[in-house]
């Protein structure tokens, strides 16, 4: 499933028309300047192939922002029925794709692959309480899948595709920006302080209402769940949302890295 | 308008603004043009902060094009036109 998004990933590579607007302006420059010989032309030109150059670099979405953060929230809907019909109550793990390894090694290394969230089932799974070690392997049968004797779901959550490894590259504040702010939406600005093992996320203004009770409790809400996927990903690191704070304009979210 | 269709109005509105008011001035110096395009670039990319599906190429062009012709004006003054 993780190839198909590069099916869609033309979006990302803006506008064909635009390099032609580019090379009229350079062409107009170049016959300005030298058969012309009409300096405000050649600048026209210049400005023209400029004006080209930069509608060719910017991508185009063709998903409105509104309707990302429609389709996240949707998402949590299925999830909520899941946890409920499991009984999976504990704190969720993010899981970077691929990841090998648990605790006791500093952290579990990531391969190709989708950020998924493992939350056990029956009993708490509060990693930060210790009530137990993690996995020594972060592998996934089915839905439900047993680890060192204890059974986790195994979910994707929102925001899980719309990451991938090839796209973490820059700090994690740029990065969640871009997944929060500009492609879904969902918060206004976002500012991170990083602390050794555990991540501080300060969102202003949350405008998405999803993600209560038991999603909560498990994945965190929208916002919290989608800024871990991030986390995890970028870090290459297990993940959890240790705690979320609503503020009054603004939400802060410790994410621990495990 | 999103902001980077934004950026990009605004961006086409004030090149050919400059444009129009530097050649109606009776401005001959291709560099005063460039410096100018240089510096609107730059204003739009500072107030809209348009998101960038490659290396902004353009930017580094007006950098390095203005930067030679501070570095070729500096050289005029220190050694004389």
Redesign the interface.
Known sequence: MPEMADLYSDS???NPYAAGLAAFGAGLAAFSWYLLQS??M???G???A??G???A???T?PVPSKAVRKLLEGSLANIEAVLEDTGAAGRGYYVPGGAVGGSGDGGAEAGPGAVRVFVPIGGGGDAGSGSGALPSRWEAKGLVTSLDGRDYLVLYPPGSFLVSNEGMSGDLESLLG?LLV?ESGIVESVKVVEDGQSVVVDLKRPRSGAGYGRVRRALGSLEAGTAAVVVAAAKKRVAMVASEEDLSDRKRVVIDLL | MDRNALFNATLASLVAASVWALSSLGEARLDVYVSVLALVYFVCLAIFRPSRGFFDFPAAALFLAFAAIVAMRVISILYGA
């Open positions: 990302e590579k803006g300096t405000p050649t600048a026209l210049i400005g023209v400029v004006v150059a930069s509608i670099i910017t991508p979405a871009e500009e």
